[in-house]
């Protein structure tokens, strides 16, 4: 047999083709064999689903009832051989078939696609309904097996969507998976998501047929030296638009993949759970469901909308169910990411504040951030959010040093930073420049040229402030200049650290792009980041980080608080002073158009008293309000004694924020003593489910130097932000016996960078000696991270 067709024929067609020439064949030797009664020819495998590429195996099973001559299947087999065509070839009867696909997991695969050829249909109709319900009683135990496989496959051979010379067949993403997912649904436990699968299958299998063609092998491995030829037969301009047809079907594969078993897990735990047989058609009772942030909720494991959310009116909602998700180290669930592609519409430009912040958080996440934004990229929401995202989506880097596609590379490269975060005082500056970093290689040009026009006009449109743009696109037009004067000027050469630090301009920029460089170097690979460059440009950063030591921090030296207080202040301030009591207000905060309340301003005024600012934290981590950002200071409005007046923006962490009245009651009862606020976030915290959560960096507490304030000594935290942090620092700071004389408080993200103004009972900084203390006592309350 020659296994061609007709040269026009491409595509499913043409396998189409080549699975019927072959069945007319092998049909034809069978009937010349003799085969008598009580035999059938089966095809299985890839052969069994009806296609056949040009240099594919014949996978065929001659059936019969125990009463079959050797020679027969020798008549049957020898010409095939004699061809020079792969054979994969089994004789066996329908039992013994059915106890090797019981014992051999890769032999019952190739079973569920039986499909008859010639002599005794009813024993291959047998087979089949036999072989499928053995797989359907048997999945619970099997589908693991079948998982572990994929998994060690992948470990073996990588992920498609990233390699430069990828595994068609047996990479993840690939052909092999497309086979897994129909052995999934044939168990009848759960189904992949199909919109979009069988176009990526048709991609992979005709990219397959050109490779096959071009080598004239029967080979899976896409190799350099033959994608520009395989691109020229599938009508393709270069190689590259062939790799990145070939990562989108793969990328559509890998989460059509994640979604599935992720289904067949929530199966399995949930017959586990009943300690019984599973039944199909056993209604199961409604999972509970938890609130992770407002119109997210998590349920079996997964993050999904909240049955009141309406994505219609809430553009920001798909950030914060990702930031929520990823924060929790949950994936968010299929249907909810496809409901919020499918129904929120786009973000107002400027961003509010909150999509800002969600996006940090999102990133803020590290490992836990992967899934989630792969689920969002799926569904095409990164590119709503991201123009400029599709131009990198999926595009390969012919250079051996990298290791990810465009846009991997850069997701990779947030992951990466979030473990950097307690270097900068800016986490959101660093994460997001992480993310946008090497968009400009979507476009002609140097990419860090063109890489800076692109975040400015995408930082403007993310709502960041001309400061903070500028900053980003400093960073991103120089994410290589530290490693490329570092590696190729003299280190001891003044002018070298004079170059960088007349780039960067100051302190926080210096700390924002060493920790970017890293970040950028470790995402690119091994090869990229050594222990020689890391001392190279640590020693450039220090050399740099001397020159700049008098240059003027970007910070207030006096911290906040040196403004003159609003005629409410000062009201709130008296009122405190007179009843000896709390006086707050709230007021709605305004998006930047004054339509939309995006948090609350809390203003409070309490007469000073240790243990203030945590027993304050403590009461609004009760009423599970998110300190965005906060103030602190000194007022003596009528001259009676000290009033600290607390500025606060927070936000519910899901539902509204409680009424005024029934903060300040919880405040009286907690300053009196009545209501033990850390026993009672101790107790919220025993109860809550345990969630897989995520690695942080640890927690940061230093002493700022001397130079910070004239009149205090700051103390600097840096942390990831969590229920009952503030509060937790506060109850160390009153325990160490100092004063909080002002405070800055900010949450970015998911990160919280605050200072804290301290002096002793004196009013006076503290020494170095008791500075030094009271920082470790604050590091020792909140432990590790």
Known sequence: MTVTTD???????????????????????????????????????????????????????????????PEVAERIWYPVWD???????????PDGARKVAAADLRAGLGLLDARHLAGDDRLTAELRTRVLADWRAAAP??????????????????ELSFLLEPDLKEARGGLRDLAALDAVAASWLADAPRDGLDTAAATLADVRDALHLTTGRATDRLTLQDQDQVAERLGLPDADTLLRQVYRAARTVAYASDVTWRAVDRVLAARTRRGRPF??????????????????????GEAVLARAARPAADPVLPLRAAAAAAQAGLPVGHATVRRLAAETGP??????????????????????????????????????????????????????????????????????????????????????????????????????????????????????????????ALLVRHHLTLVDTATRRDPDDPATADLIAGIVGNRTHLELLHALTEADATATGPAAWSAWRASLVGQLVARTAARLAGSPPTAATDG????????????LAVEAARTGGPALALRAELAADGTESVGVELTLAVPDRPGLLGTVAGVLALHRLTVRKAGLRELDPVGTGPVLLLGWTVAAEYGDVPEAARLRADLRRALDGSLDVTRRLAERDAAAPRRPGIRTPPPVVAVAPGAASRSATVLEVRAHDAPGLLHRIG?????????????????????????????????????????QQVARAVQDALGTG
């Open 83 to 93: 061809s020079g065509i792969a054979l994969d070839h089994a004789v066996r009867t």
């Open 279 to 300: 039944r199909t058609t056993r209604r199961a009772a409604p999972a509970e469901r938890r609130p992770l942030a407002e119109g997210v909720v998590e349920q079996d």
């Open 7 to 69: 040269p026009a024929r491409t595509g499913r067609e043409r396998r189409s083709a080549l699975a019927r020439l072959a069945d007319d064949w092998l049909t034809g030797l069978y009937r010349a064999a003799g085969a008598p009664a009580g035999t059938a020819l089966v095809a299985v495998g890839g052969y069994g689903r009806g296609a056949l590429s040009p240099r594919s195996d014949l996978d065929v099973l001659l059936l019969h009832d125990g009463r079959l001559a």
């Open 560 to 571: 906040p608080g040196a403004d003159v207080p609003t005629v409410e202040q000062e009201r």
């Open 347 to 472: 973000l107002p430009v400027p961003w509010p504040d909150e999509a800002r912040d969600r996006l940090v958080g999102l990133l803020g996440a590290g490992e836990a951030c992967l899934p989630v934004w792969e689920a969002l990229d799926a569904e095409g929401l990164v590119g709503r959010l991201l123009p400029d995202w599709e131009q990198v989506r999926c595009r390969p880097q012919r250079n051996a040093v990298h290791r990810w596609t465009v846009d991997r590379h850069l997701i990779e490269t947030a992951v990466r930073a979030a473990a950097l975060t307690r270097r900068t005082a800016r986490p959101d500056l660093l994460l997001v420049a992480a993310l946008l970093h090497d968009l400009g290689k979507g476009r002609p040009g140097d990419h860090s040229e063109t890489g800076e026009l692109i975040v400015r006009e995408l930082a403007a449109r993310m709502g960041f402030d001309k400061p903070d743009t500028d900053t980003l």
């Open 141 to 158: 135990d099997r589908l693991p097996e079948l998982r572990a496989l994929g998994r060690a496959r992948a470990e073996r051979h990588g």
């Open 731 to 771: 109850r160390a700071l009153d325990t160490a016996g100092v004063r909080v004389r002002t405070a800055h408080v900010s949450t970015l993200g998911a990160e919280a960078v605050d200072a804290f103004y301290l002096t002793a009972e004196d009013g006076r900084p503290l020494t170095p000696e008791r500075a």
